[in-house]
């Protein structure tokens, strides 16, 4: 268990830890260094101890100015600590030498050694689980080898193996103790191991022997103590000492003395009940701490969640911070004593208050047991914790409510997987933890849990990434992300990854002693599963169909089916909500299952055979949807409306084309195609193609929109495929008589006259579009004729021009209500002004687009304004948010698949690479650059770039690459 007041860790790779117990990225240089100084904290190591800790005492490696060195290594350390958040003095020069000065528990290495006396002092006077409890808080400090990452200097060795040494004899005082207390059948496995990797140490031996034989595995015992014999004399020449021989002896002649019986004792009614902390608790220090304002603020605190998200494990670290540090506690949250009661494995209609009462070890003599509860509970103050309420809930809350009304000094924290729901009770809910950040809480917990059975496991380059998709995968839940962790004993990470599409079945590693519903996946959510009605079941289940959540309105339209009317479906919504199994989103009015409950509640779909029906109902529902809302996705509303059904749309396609439902895939993906447009292009061209692959559809209508749709989505890249599809668009609407459409297909056409071919011709296409189109779309069309001409414009250069007309079109655009394309606008009109010489206006017009698009969900418009306004930046100077400017603009096209952006994204950074004077790397940024631009560019903007190549291969001695490219951009000039 990492020590949160442990600060410098070296039993494992060198850490240094902030005040949350994260840790804080060391320099591989300076790690020795500080495992020297934390292993002597308090004491001055002089310089010669330190350069043999970082280079050996032979002298081979030593560098020519040692003390120079050395100096530049405490800078680095300094600065080390101070990212780390600890203050200057912590590392102090001191003759002859350096000091950390920090006390003995801020170092694990140094606790982990006092834990060892304490478990000794603990042993001698007879105390077996309070030794236990120290051994096991000592060992697990441990995180991997000892000085894992500090090199092989004499001085490194030396320690590390000490150290190493004093962990073994630890593990073995350990065993020694479940031995004399009776757990030798716990014990024979982890013995076993040990001895494979210890073969010829005797101390193992003999607890192997004891443990097998004590478990009634005599011939095994004899034969572990035949194989050491063999060992030791093939390998040293010598026999087992006296003691062990003697020991086997006592086995073939059944004589070995059982261990020593304890008397049983009293259960204690107080804080010593709560369970020993086995384990770190990561990441719930917020939840720590908001759950103890509200037990200020009320006498009633139930923590509420799904299975599996930690709830127990909250309230016992609650319980144990208000048990054992009563002068952190507010007064009204202090507590005399702490007293526990477990419900899981009560069946349901056992007598709450008989179950309260032999907790508490309250004898009801004579009375009934709520009585006897409530007079044990009346006196002093009290924090009584009751775990696992939900299969009970309503006794419990009948219970509780009587309490909290009999006796003022009485606190309750419950947990549950439902809010008892009575008076004066406030609910904390226990979420997932976060998995937005690599380094983040539950990437630290399947780390740790992962180190428990396999100590080598790291977290680098290569292993984080794919933890924290792991993590992101099993929603930030403790129980599977421990499930999954102990799964890295015979599995990589990039395996279990792979293996989350059954989790179910990966996920079964639990503890032997933990409960039952705790040690599968699948048993965590069977147990809630159960407690549900009917009616609710059925209604879990038909949720698993939608993606990324639904509105009140979709479940009633979905799900409202065989036993489920639609007037239910609201009021057995919110009861799931209460039983945790779903997660309502206030601030949109919507609803989700974690992707884990959704995997659960899809097999209980599967199972009822309910799965073509939802599928279908769900399609209805999002082509409905799609028809009425998508004309109208101008309005930035319906465009959050349709963005949050993006998930759900993309699997109604999917079920379109699986079925053969072709007719209403089409019906929804055309309807979409301008919301895609707007948003993520490449779903909307995988929608489409997928439909039109089937070869199905009657329509020649819907399939030329699909077309047209493929062609509208490349505008601003476009492909061979996607001009051939604009082209037979054309040709089948012109054939039918559909003069709308085939208006919309020229436009298509002329888009690409941003990038070459006849002007003329595409402002001959533009006009008659515009005559044909007139004000439909309360104008809309129009404005975007004044689009094509204003990229048209730009295209050529007349930048003056371009200015005048990209304000027109805004103006147009603004008038029909369309921020959205209105953010585009202005990215455009700023290149314009850039390019015109009127830089600043230029770079005021790009940051205004950037607000503008900004949260809006459209990745082609915010990376096209980012990375314009980075350049601006370039050209203006080299401004500090250039770097994070192109960073962001990098990152946002590749999700966005946006091939333009990425080429500027790489050109900006091949400009400020020859800024720094490494010509080499801004040779190889505009290579990547063209290769991803192609012909998808503002000639001017090609020339510009093959004309800085040059420039650039000039510089880093490539002549033959500088001609070629001043080549290419002579040739896009003339």
Known sequence: MPNTAVTFAVLGPTEVRGSDGSATALPPSVRALLARLALSCGRVVPVDGLTDALWGDEGDDLPADAANALQIRVSKLRRALAAAGLGADVLVTQAPGYRLAVPQDAVDAHVFERLLVRAREE??????????????????????????????????????????????GAVEDRFELLLESGGHNEAVADVERLVARHPLRERLHRLLMLALYRGGRQAEALAAYQALRRGLADELGIDPSPELQALAEAILRQQVPSPPREEPQPQPVHGDRLPRRLTSVIGRQDDVAAALERLAESRVVTLTGPGGMGKTTLAFEIARRVNETPDEMPDVTRADRVLLVRLAALEPGTDVADAFAAELGVPPQGTAAADAVEEHLRDGRTLLVVDNCEHLVDDVAALVERLAAACPRLRVLATSREALAIPGEVQVAVGPLGVTHNDGPAVRLFAERARAVRPSFTLDAETTPVVASICRRLDGMPLAIELAAARVKALSPADIE????????????????????????????????????????????????????????????VCAFGGVSRGEVLDLLFRLVDRSLVVPEPATGRFRLLVTVRDY?????????????????????????????????????????????????RAAVD????SGDVENGFRLACALVMFWNYGVRYEGTRALTALLETGGGSAAAARARALQGIGLLHVYYPT??????????????????????????????AWAGQYGGDPGHYRALIERSRRELGDSDDGWWLGMTEYLEALL????????????????????????????IGSAILA???????????????????RESVDEVRGRNSLHGLTFALVHTAHTRLDVDEGDDVTALLAEADDVARRA??????????????????????????????????????????????????????????????????????????????
């Open 601 to 649: 509640a899809w097999a209980r779909l599967e199972e009822a055979g309910e799965v073509a029906e939802c599928r279908d109902r769900h399609l209805a529902y999002c082509v409905r949807l799609a028809e009425e809302q998508g004309p109208h996705v101008r309005n930035l509303t319906v465009y959050t409306r349709l963005y949050d059904e993006h998930d759900n749309f």
């Open 793 to 820: 414009a730009l295209r050529l250069g007349d930048f003056e021009d371009a200015v005048v007309r990209w304000r027109r079109t805004l103006d147009l655009a603004r008038s029909v209500g369309d921020r959205i």
């Open 897 to 974: 698949r946006n091939p333009r952006c990425q080429a500027w994204a790489a050109w900006g950074r091949a400009r400020m690479a020859r800024v720094r004077g490494d010509a080499g790397s801004a040779v190889r940024e505009c290579r990547d650059a063209l290769a991803l631009l192609k012909e998808g560019e503002f000639p001017w903007a090609r020339a510009r770039l093959w004309s800085f190549l040059a420039g650039c291969a000039e510089e880093t001695g490539l002549p033959d690459e500088a001609a070629h490219a001043r080549e290419k951009a002579a040739a896009l000039t003339n």
């Open 498 to 557: 792979a293996r989350l599409a059954d989790r179910f079945s990966l996920l079964t590693a639990g503890p032997r002693t933990g409960e039952a519903r705790h040690r599968t996946l699948r048993a965590t959510l069977d147990w809630s599963h159960d407690l549900l009605s009917e009616a609710e079941r059925r209604l879990l289940r038909r949720l698993a169909v939608f993606r990324g959540g639904w509105t009140p309105a979709a479940a009633e339209e």
């Open 720 to 749: 061979p495929r996607s001009v051939a599809a604009t082209e037979e668009s054309l040709a089948v609407f012109e054939e039918i008589g559909d003069v709308r459409n085939a208006a919309i297909s020229r436009l298509v056409t």
């Open 655 to 658: 079920h379109a084309v699986d």
């Open 123 to 168: 042993t001698a006077a007879g105390n077996v689980i309070a030794a236990l409890g120290s051994l096991d808080d000592a060992l697990r400090l441990w995180r991997g080898p000892a000085l894992a990452d500090v090199g092989q200097t004499t001085w490194a060795t030396t320690e590390s193996a000490r150290l190493e040494e004093l962990r073994l």
């Open 828 to 846: 455009h009109l700023g290149i314009a002004l850039r390019e015109s010489g009127r830089r600043e206006e230029a770079l005021a017009v790009l």
